[in-house]
Every structure is written in structure tokens, then in C-alpha cells.
């Protein structure tokens, strides 16, 4: 009896983790850490990669990390683990390949870590680029995007 539970609990957890993956193509790299893909369903998903922000378009490095991903995946078949949503409703995701895209990007010194939600891998591969000034960790003292984006709110004109 109790293999048999084992076997049902074992199964419901392997159900549960497949059915936050999705298979499908990418069709749109939006920038380095955020892209779009159809599913076989043609559901259209935003995912943001989990744990790691990239340059914003107009910040040093924007653009070799947009390269990067599309050369890596860009109308491609990949399977990603969604971990969620953001406050904007984007999937936050994590793609199951052998290469892990996110590493890349932060080895590469193409992303930051975000600091709630890296891993202590992903924590030492940004020191790693750091200590070695690799892409954004060349500049004197680069602006993490988050605050870039913050810094560009505040620079928009509020309507009346």
C-alpha cells in the first residue's frame, strides 16, 4: 500500500511540474531577458527570465544581450519552466536547455542578478564577471536597469 501511494504522490509531482512548462517557438526577443513564444496551443506567452535584468534599450550593453538571446533561440523550439507572473503580467520563466540561457547572460556580464531572486550559482557568475570586467562590468560604474527605468519614469512629464 505504501508503494502504491508512492507511486500515486510521484506521479501527481511530476503532472504538477510538466504542467508549468510550455513547448513552443520563440518568435520575438523584446530584449535580453524578455521574449515571446507561441505554444502548440497558439497561445502567445511574455516571459521574462527569472532571476537575472538585462540592459534597457539606450543602456551600454542593451543590444549585445538582445543579440545574444536571439542568436541562441530566436525562432527555435524550447521548453520553459514558468515560475510565475510580474507586477505587469509577464510569465516568469526559467528555459530548459542544455545551455542555461540566464547563466550565459550573466557569465557574459550581459545581465545583473536580481537580488530576491538569483540563485548563489548565478550570485557567484556575476562576482566572476565582475572581478574579470567582462561587458557591463567594464563601465566605471553601470547603472542597474532597474534603476535606469526608475530614473526614466521620473524623467517622463506627469499629465495633468
Given at each position: 500500500m505504501k508503494a502504491f501511494l508512492t507511486m500515486v504522490l510521484l506521479s501527481v509531482t511530476v503532472y504538477l511540474v510538466e504542467a508549468n512548462t510550455?513547448?513552443?517557438?520563440?518568435?520575438?526577443?523584446?530584449?535580453?531577458?524578455?521574449?515571446?513564444?507561441?505554444?502548440?496551443?497558439?497561445?502567445?506567452?511574455?516571459?521574462?527570465?527569472?532571476?537575472?535584468?538585462?540592459?534597457?534599450?539606450?543602456?551600454?550593453?542593451?543590444?549585445?544581450?538582445?543579440?545574444?538571446?536571439?542568436?541562441?533561440?530566436?525562432?527555435?523550439?524550447?521548453?520553459?519552466?514558468?515560475l510565475g507572473k510580474d507586477r505587469w503580467g509577464n510569465y516568469l520563466g526559467q528555459i530548459i536547455a542544455k545551455v542555461e540561457i540566464s547563466t550565459e547572460l550573466v557569465k557574459r556580464g550581459l545581465a545583473w542578478c536580481i537580488e530576491k531572486d538569483a540563485s548563489e550559482d548565478l550570485r557567484n557568475l556575476e562576482r566572476q564577471a565582475r572581478a574579470g570586467q567582462i561587458g557591463i562590468w567594464q563601465e566605471e560604474s553601470p547603472t542597474p536597469p532597474w534603476v535606469y527605468r526608475r530614473q526614466q519614469t521620473m524623467l517622463t512629464p506627469k499629465s495633468s
Open positions: 510550455i513547448r513552443g517557438k520563440v518568435i520575438s526577443v523584446v530584449d535580453g531577458n524578455t521574449l515571446e513564444v507561441i505554444s502548440a496551443k497558439d497561445e502567445t506567452y511574455r516571459i521574462v527570465l527569472a532571476g537575472i535584468d538585462c540592459p534597457e534599450p539606450g543602456q551600454p550593453y542593451a543590444e549585445e544581450a538582445k543579440m545574444f538571446l536571439e542568436n541562441a533561440i530566436l525562432r527555435k523550439l524550447i521548453d520553459v519552466k514558468l
